[in-house]
Each structure stands twice: as structure tokens, then as C-alpha cells.
């Protein structure tokens, strides 16, 4: 019988009824309480050098001779000597500490390597007009972490995250796209504006929703979280006047002339101090909405991307 056979018929070569391994042999604190003795010879020395008191020791070191069934330091006013089986466990437990350390310098060589980069995806009005802001932020933080930024519709923002091109997203669309996990970390407000020369801004009074629905618009292509929002807020709209696939470009649309647009309060507010654009008052519908982070389903961000998401969320409310 080969071996995976003998070790399938034995339960994976544990032996039956067997308590689990991590119930069997001692964790790594008595381990390393137990090579310090043997370094030390003093069971007093070990407990200052790993800073735990001596009789928090002497009870480490009673509670792994029972859990292994053995007498493993023989003590006395001279100090502290390995029996036999001590010394034999203390080269076992040597190997298994230096195991441990070289786990632990896989792993902190892995978290170092995740944490020299961070790929954020973001919404366009969120990278424009919020998103530097976090980034000086999270430098003072992270100096040595080098930041990627992919802008993009809140659709496209989805498509990166799912498919493993980037650590952290943000959106700003009426809902989390399918598959992702998210957080309100800010809040936004859109507003219809035009050009002064435009008939809308010498209106005497609002703006009714229909009326706004009904018009062509400069509007941000399919897939925008703003032409999301505004879409289901009026409940359809007309025909776009112009579609552009940035908040840029539709603002120096409607700078021009070209017609009315509706835009993010945080895209717009050099244009409204300098006149260059101005609100046009709207009744009957709520623009409100709330921008988000978003990262893959049952996967929260850690490291840097954990970082910023704090940094956004303290400015949240």
C-alpha cells in the first residue's frame, strides 16, 4: 500500500481520535520561554528577557510539561536545568520557532510588497475634486507607497475592482454596483447651470422637473454615476443635447453656450464665483446623492487602501 494510502486509511496520518495538533504541542510564548531557560539557565532571566513575570513562567512552563507529559526543567536555588527530555524538546523547539520566524518574514515580505503600491479606481467628479486632497493626506501617512489612479465612469470603476486591477474604488452612482461591498464617505448635491446668456438664468421662477426632463441636456455618457442619478431622480430624460465622457468637458460645454447641463456642486464652484456659469433653481426633484468607496465583496481593504479609506471617511457626514 502506498503511503497517501496508508495515510487516507489513517485519517491523513493523524492518529484516531487524536485532539488537534494546536492542542498537542505548545504554542510558540512557551517555546520561547522554554529556549531562553536553556539559554539563560534561570528561569527568572527568561521571564525579564521576554517580559513576563516569573511566576507567569514557572505556570507556562508547569502548563507545557502537562500538556506534553513530560519533565521538562528540573528547578532550584542554583537556577533552572533542562531534563533530558528538555533538552531534546528545546532542539524540536528550536526548529519550530525558526519556522516561525521565517513564516513571519515571508509574510511581512508580502504585506511589505502589497503596501509599496495602492491602485485606486474613482468616479470622475471624486478623482477631479475630492480624491487629491486624500492622496497628500495619505502621503504624510504612507511616504514610501506609490499611488496609481485609474478615473472612470462609476461602471468602470466596478469593472477594475472585480477584476483585480485595483485595491479601492469610488463611486458615485445611485447604487453599489453588483459584487462589491461600500461605505458613505461623502455627500454631494447636483445642480442644473447654464451660461448667463442662456434663457434658463434670467428664469423668474424654478425650473419644473418635467420640464427639466424634457430638455436636452450636455450630459455625461451611459454608465456615469451623475446621469445615473439624475436619470432616476426625473425618471428619464430627453435626448441628450451633447454627451461627453468627462466633468470637464461638460462644464466647458455649458461655459460656451452650448446649452444647460447638470454638474456636481463640488465641479462648479470657480465657474459660479466668476459668472462664468450660473444655477438655474430646480422644483419637485431631490438631487442628492451619496459618493462611496467600494472594494470586492468579503474582501475589506487592508494597508494603504485601508488608510485612505480612513482618510475619506473622516470627512464624511
Known amino acids: 500500500m502506498r503511503r497517501s494510502e496508508v495515510d487516507a486509511a489513517n485519517g491523513g496520518g493523524r492518529t484516531h481520535g487524536a485532539a488537534p495538533l494546536a492542542h498537542r504541542v505548545p504554542d510558540l510564548g512557551a517555546l520561547e520561554l522554554l529556549l531562553a531557560v536553556a539559554r539563560l539557565g534561570s528561569l527568572g532571566g527568561a ?30 536555588p542554583r537556577g533552572s536545568r533542562l531534563t ?76 477594475r475592482l472585480l ?47 418635467a420640464e427639466l426632463a424634457a430638455t436636452p441636456l450636455i450630459l455625461r455618457e451611459t454608465g456615469s454615476g451623475t446621469r445615473q442619478v439624475l436619470d432616476a431622480a426625473l425618471g428619464g430624460l430627453a435626448r441628450p443635447l451633447i454627451e461627453l465622457s468627462s466633468t470637464t468637458a461638460v462644464k466647458a460645454a455649458a461655459v460656451s453656450g452650448a446649452g444647460p447641463a447638470v454638474l456636481s456642486e463640488l465641479a462648479v464652484g470657480d465657474e459660479l ?28 481593504p487592508t494597508g494603504p487602501a485601508r488608510d485612505l479609506l480612513s482618510l475619506t471617511r473622516s470627512g464624511a457626514g
Open 47 to 76: 521571564a525579564r528577557e521576554l517580559g513576563i513575570t516569573q511566576p507567569a513562567a514557572s505556570s507556562r512552563i508547569r502548563s507545557m510539561e502537562r500538556q506534553l507529559g513530560l519533565a521538562l526543567v528540573d528547578r532550584s
Open 84 to 159: 533530558d527530555a528538555g533538552a531534546l524538546v528545546t532542539d524540536w523547539a528550536r526548529r519550530v520557532v525558526e519556522a516561525a520566524e521565517a513564516f513571519d518574514a515571508g509574510a511581512q515580505a508580502l504585506r511589505d510588497r502589497r503596501d509599496s503600491r495602492l491602485r485606486v479606481a474613482a468616479s470622475m467628479t471624486i478623482a477631479e475634486y475630492l480624491l487629491p486632497g486624500w492622496l497628500i493626506a495619505l502621503r504624510t501617512l504612507r511616504p514610501d507607497t506609490a499611488v496609481s489612479l485609474l478615473a472612470g465612469n462609476s461602471a468602470v470603476v466596478a469593472e
Open 163 to 209: 477584476a483585480g486591477e485595483a485595491d479601492l474604488g469610488f463611486v458615485e452612482g445611485l447604487s453599489v454596483p453588483a459584487g462589491l461591498d461600500s461605505v458613505v464617505i461623502a455627500h454631494d448635491r447636483l445642480t442644473v447651470v447654464t451660461a448667463p446668456a442662456h434663457p434658463w438664468a434670467r428664469r423668474r421662477r424654478p425650473l419644473e422637473a
Open 273 to 300: 464665483s466668476l459668472r462664468r456659469l450660473v444655477t438655474v433653481p430646480v422644483e419637485g426633484v431631490a438631487l442628492r446623492r451619496d459618493l462611496r468607496a467600494v472594494w470586492p465583496t468579503g474582501h475589506r
